[in-house]
């Protein structure tokens, strides 16, 4: 057990000062206001701006002093904090002026995102502790490591993050009068966190979304602030600066990694292992102030209680803080704390406290909510009024936090030695790339593995040696195996603010098992063998033509090589065999690539296949004869030409900024093929342009409103040859409009499948919980003869649902090439009656108009980058799609 709680909120030497309430702005002659004003003139009216903002030491104490040789933000801005909002090279500049001026302050850079704006690591603590800073950090390390009970003079570790949603900054401009503060502050306040504590500093959690933001409310701030909600301003455009370059959430990224963003972060994280976790966030600005404890029966169940109470001890110090100023918040409601890929639960299977805090949103400058105007400074005021009072509540209750954290270590060993499951087997299957991208995820988190060296059977799959691994829950990493591998389907509480489940080796479609401790002792293992490669082939210059499965996860990037590279290359449609030039055979599956030399190819075609094989470690096959053993010879014409594709993804307002993120995303950087993004108002302008031939459609999730005109232009351009694909809600419209022979479940059916007659009024929302499906995994049979499952080795997939939309079964085997199981919930919630409606619906159909293709994805293959076992789908239906009859 940790050590006792302090509830008691004295005095609080960090509150703000009571004027930072809600009220009235003093225009004051800032160095910005003077920069607006018009030149002198005896014949010149000037209108006084309305600028909003204030200097820094209006955000923070007046009971301490400040250092002045530390410069305050509007210094080095020529604004006031809250004045403009603050773009992210803006604050890496003033960061970094601390750093030179502060002998409190570290920088690293501890990465670059997407944009390549560098993300930035303050290490703030006493000068003292300067020269044995990493010395602290491996103490606790090592304790962590051990489950040692350490004492009250160990540090306290901090890491404070602000902002990872880019259109909620206040945290990001916030952190300018913290780092100031931290940097400044003088006196036995500051001392007391700094003399024996550690701070880890992040500014900027998102910053290509931050600078996206700002310059949208910046260029919509007038002279004078307008706050109605119906502005410009407050009605972001498309995309939102919610998300990173890629259009993706950062804040769903923790435990996926898929960005650089959150690579670093993570990284960074292991490498201190904090006690406090802070996650800043906004939410509606008609909202008030959250901050944890959330919705106490939605935690991830692998959260000791003893998290929670913590954070309810924390929680007085945010309540006295607030309740001093006046300020209105709540807690308890609305959020969870489920999801390990959140900012603020994946510190808590560390042993880490991670505490989110929301913010109502100006979502400008000043906008009217129905709690008054809401202006941006005072969002800035109160996220740093809750940074205040959590390093107030830490320190008041820090034997609890270091007691707490050691005896994380202690009860994660013992569960681990208690439970019956030893560990899980993983097979790398036939698809090196797939599983290296699970291994690399594994690594990223710190968790331990061993290689099998002996085969080792299980419910019917042969796991290989030195192709398998065995992940066992004994080890520190104990409840983030347990949260990766959950099969989990029935729940306390069916109300999800994200998703229910995370299953990674179903992402990923890998094979995979649980094991039992007895099994588990049959396993040979060694931690130090490496896994067996996929080895490179010599590229011979004289071979008669060369091939590459299509099972390689980076097929598709290779084929886009070679195209791009102007080299002429066949599909098969069907399996064959082929004699290597070594005079071995080998056998290649529906959907492989040849590349005959007799087609007129480059010159240096032999350099081109060597470099792309080591690129993307696709192992290529000199072949010596087009006469096959079996299947059809490499000249024949179910071996069909493969063009270079021309993509149009449709974007913009009405449509899907994630699914839109995350094809670009996909193509972009798992296959290199450059897709165009066309808003659909443009879209039928861009198929009437000769000098680009669009082969593809992709219309993700959205509000589709074409004229009819439209429409039939579109179809025309389709029976002329080319292909569009529908995904998720793109299929109502799809099938609303006949372009795919389809029926989708109405809301009346899925209404009537939940027995209402014993119900009342306040059921209402947990009924509504229950139609949902949100984000749960559903199996499906697949025919892997159809070309848009060509790769596949399995009848079966793991499909990934976000959504209740339902295409209902169709009877012909030609147009449904996936259907659901008739018991398809794999892991996750889904109510019994949403799985009963489910069972053997349609999950991809297919669909022949005039010589073009329309192609139906009930799920989204893509989902949040991480979804590899899926992904291929949306490849085919780029490569393969010529084939589909």
Known sequence: MFAKLHYTAKKN???????????????????SQKSLAQPASASTVTIAPDVGGQPVTAYLPDTVSYNPAIPTPESILGANIGEWHVRHDQVVNYMKLLAEKSDRITIEETGRTHENRPLLLLTIT???????????????????????????????????????????????NASLALAYYLAAAEGKEIDALLNNNIVLFDPSFNPDGLSRFAQWANMHKGRQLVSDSRHREHDEGWPSGRTNHYWFDLNRDWLLLAHPESQARIKQFHKWRPHILTDFHEMGTDSTYFFQPGVRSRKNPLTPDENVTLTEALAQYHAAAFDEQGELYFTQEAFDDF?????????????????????????GHLQDSINGKLAFKDTIANQITTSLSTFRGALANKAAILDY??????????LAKDDAQAGFVVSASNDPARFNAFLALLEQHHIQYDVLTKNFDVNKVSYKAGKAIYIPTNQAQYRLVKSIFSTQTSFENNTFYDVSTWNLALAFNLDYAPLDKGDARSLELNDNTALKQLPFNDIQPNAYAYAFSWQHYYAPAMLQTLLEAGVKVRSSEEAFSAIKYDGNSIELQPGSIVVPKGLGQPENLAAVLRDAQQQLQVPVFSLRSGLTPTGHDLGSRSMAPVTLPQVLIVGGEGTSEYEVGEMWHYFDTKVGLPASIVEQQHLLKALSDPSI?????????????FTESDRAKIEDWVKAGGVIVGQKSALRYFGQHKWLDIEIVSRESIDNAFDESELSYKDGASLYARKLVAGAVFEANIDNTHPLFYGYDD?????????NMIVEASNSPFVTPARYTDEPLMAGFSDDAMVALMAESTAVTTQKMGRGVVIGFTDNTQFRGYWYGTNKMLANAIYQSHFIR
């Not at 509150?15 to 225009?27: N, Q, R």
């Not at 606790?140 to 051990?146: P, Q, T, V």
């Not at 603020?344 to 989110?356: A, E, K, M, N």
């Not at 009848?795 to 959504?803: E, I, S």
């Open 405 to 414: 954290q050691s005896g994380f270590v202690k009860s994660t060993l013992s």
């Open 126 to 172: 006493a000068p003292s502790n300067r020269n044995n800073i990493e010395a602290m950090r491996q103490q606790h390390i090592d304790a962590m490591e051990s489950g040692k009970k350490v004492g009250g003079d160990a540090p306290l570790i901090f890491y404070m993050g602000y902002s990872i949603h880019g259109n909620e900054p206040s945290g990001t």
């Open 339 to 363: 999801y390990a890929g959140k900012g603020s639960t994946y510190p808590d299977l560390h042993g880490s406290v991670g505490i989110l805090f929301e913010q109502a949103s100006s979502r």
């Open 13 to 31: 030497p960090f509150s703000l000062v009571s004027f930072l309430a809600l009220g009235t702005i003093a225009f004051g002659a800032t160095a």
């Open 693 to 705: 031939n669009y082969t593809h459609i992709l219309f993700p999730s959205g509000r589709y409103s």
């Open 795 to 803: 009848d079966t997939l793991p499909m990934f649902k976000t959504n």
